[in-house]
């Protein structure tokens, strides 16, 4: 590969990528794994656009909702630009092709495309969303948006889909795959871009300290869970990832570059998915001195946690979903509860914080799986968690069977209210929407207001001043969000 920097800018096109504006707080770009409006503002950074930034000398990532960026500020900006490319989801695709008409209108030979989970697996639709939208980008799309900033003409680009304009009625053009990228040491770092693009204090995630930075060492996960919507999508089921060596010297050159950072998180599906690797970067990381996180399954040994810990971990993000066996099962999710609870208890005696994820409305879920679920999430009780209800998103397993077996009912719902926040939209035999949706509030307020998660709340704002100020914050954007959900149910 020839390196980026060895080719000047004035080669390539002028490249805008672009995370669009959309609701208030939405977190719904290129670095969430659900796009949705958080219980509190939330945003991760924008990982999947600033690594293709990264490959294109002269090019901007505008990451517009942590930013506060407006419509109207980014169809200004784009006037200055050659080339945009925005990262779309299922949620927001009907705001996304409405902005690139925008775009198109205030300069007409704006060439514009969209990247992302629904414009891998839904070309046809993507592109059908407006007559503006020239291209989308197919599965994974660094080297992608490279050979479009290139210029190289698009009938020769692998992994797009475009309209033909030369054509008569203007077809669909879908060129051959591109293969995914394998050698992760090739790619450069997205540390220059987050530095020259993003405000680093603008992101926030309520379990991690701030300000913390997030990305990732590599992709695809091994795991089969039906729900995901990476792996299905975009980035595969074979983890593919940068060598310990190149972690280390990354994380040596964001500490340099980031001093103020508290925290970095690894991001990548599941970063102990090869404990041998792993237990390499470990020690790595603790040379640096540097305090971080990561994704993780709910079944990593006691052995590789303690050399985690041993260097420098201090949290570790677990998707335990469900509490209900037979709903692991029924998802793939490939982890005994049994298992969890070993995993949890060891994490506990090590000294690392957990943070708990669960998701509601999974299939065979029932009202007794839902009680399982919040019994399972109080004897786990990890420092904090968060719930989510399914969302079946085009690509994955998920979608398919909702599909398949009517789940979605007659009126297909909209995975978003008007306010960007998740609504329940799948419905089972026994068990309606309306419980689904409901149960999340039950599940916040019998985990969140017993005495051991207020007690522990309490004592992390006691130690940190700004802890507490950040935390009653928090708090009242989490009530606030539990009361618009009440109003959008009525």
Known sequence: MTSPAAIPAAAYKKTLFLNPPSWQGFDGGAGSRYQAKREVRSFWFPTWLAQPAALIPGSKLVDAPPH????????????????????????????????????????????????????????????????????VCRREFDFTCQDLAKGLPLKQIAGISWRDRSAAGAPTVHNPERELIHNFDELPSVMDVYKRDLVIENYAIGYLRHPYLSHYTGRGCPAQCTFCLWPQTVGGHQYRAKSPAAVAAEMAYAKKLFPQVKEFFFDDDTFTAHGPRVRQIAPELGKLGIMWSCNARANVPYETLKVMRDNGLRLILVGYESGSQHILDNIKKGVRLETAREFTKNCKKLGITIHGTFILGLPGETRETLRETIRFAQEMDPFSMQVSLAAPYPGTELYRQAIENGWFGEDTAAMLDERGQQTAVLQYKDLSRKEIFDALEQFYRSYYFRLRPISRIVWSMLQDRQEMKRRLREASEFFAFLKSRRTSAA
Do not use: C, W
């Open 68 to 135: 506060d960026v407006t419509r109207e500020q980014v169809v200004a900006m784009a006037r200055d630009y050659e080339l945009v490319i925005i990262h779309t989801s299922s949620p927001t695709l009907r705001g996304d092709a409405e902005l690139t008409e925008a775009l198109k209108n205030a300069k007409p030979d704006l060439l514009v495309g969209f990247v992302g989970a629904q414009a891998a697996v839904l070309p046809d639709a993507t592109l059908a969303a407006s007559e503006a939208i020239d291209f």
